[in-house]
């Protein structure tokens, strides 16, 4: 069982460069999330998508777009990166109105911005 | 709460002994309650849930206590081990409807063999 796959697992970047972020579950879950966890802080929410065709902003979406490809894959892309997007991200896939909510998480991307 | 800045809260135990993280949640109307481990260079992982119509729910060496009057959680880990070494997080959110999870900024847990 895979789970929740990213890709890829280490990246750096110059500013201004841009990058896509992978990230494919086998669980067949409607929802997907993207978080970035920065040291010392709990995963902040970045956007996510309910389900196949959705997608919302989360707590901190500036600077990033995703995009719902099919139901197993949700990219999260940086168009022009910034040294403040250094953080590890981390996907996760969940299939809420269940009678759980649990969210199952990728092993993380830890990207750094030069 | 448990937001330090750039330092979690860190608890130190040694192997064997009990270990008790809290955790303050934000949102009244939460009602239902998730706690996450997440070991060096991983993932979070599941580690166990509670719906706000529970006080306490076990499972395997771990029991989480829920207090809903001053908002606040436990997660008692008995016997701990070297392996439950890792940072602990709780999340809560909403059962009905749509509802993303809030995760508090959690706790390290350090245990000594």
């Known amino acids: 069982n895979a789970g929740v796959t990213q890709t890829p697992k280490f990246q750096v970047l110059k500013t201004g460069q841009s990058m896509t972020l992978q990230c494919a579950q086998d669980m067949n879950h409607n929802s997907m999330y993207w978080y970035r966890q920065d040291p010392g802080m709990g995963l902040r929410l970045i956007y996510y998508?309910?389900?196949?065709?959705?997608?919302d902003k989360g707590e901190v979406p500036n600077g990033y777009n995703v995009s719902r490809l099919n139901k197993r894959e949700f990219s999260l892309r940086l168009e022009s990166a910034a040294p403040s997007q250094t953080s590890v991200y981390f996907c996760?896939?969940?299939?809420?109105?269940?009678?759980?909510?649990?969210?199952?998480f990728g092993a993380g991307t830890r990207l750094s911005v030069l | 709460g448990e937001s330090v800045g750039l330092h979690l809260p860190t608890l130190s135990v040694q192997e064997g002994d009990n270990s008790i993280i809290n955790c303050a949640y934000s949102?009244?109307?939460?009602?239902?309650f998730i706690w996450y481990k997440q070991e060096s260079g991983k993932g979070p992982q599941f580690i166990i849930d509670i719906r706000s119509n529970m006080d306490k729910r076990q499972g395997q060496r771990v029991t989480v206590l829920l207090n809903k009057t001053v908002k606040h959680l436990s997660l008692q880990i008995a016997a701990t081990q070297p392996g439950d070494s890792a940072v602990y997080f709780c999340a809560e959110t909403l059962l009905s409807g749509y509802s993303t999870l809030t995760f508090g900024k959690g706790t390290m847990l350090l245990v000594s063999p």
């Open positions: 949102n009244s109307a939460s009602d239902y």
């Open positions: 996760a896939s969940s299939t809420p109105g269940t009678a759980k909510n649990i969210q199952y």
């Open positions: 998508s309910a389900s196949e065709g959705t997608t």
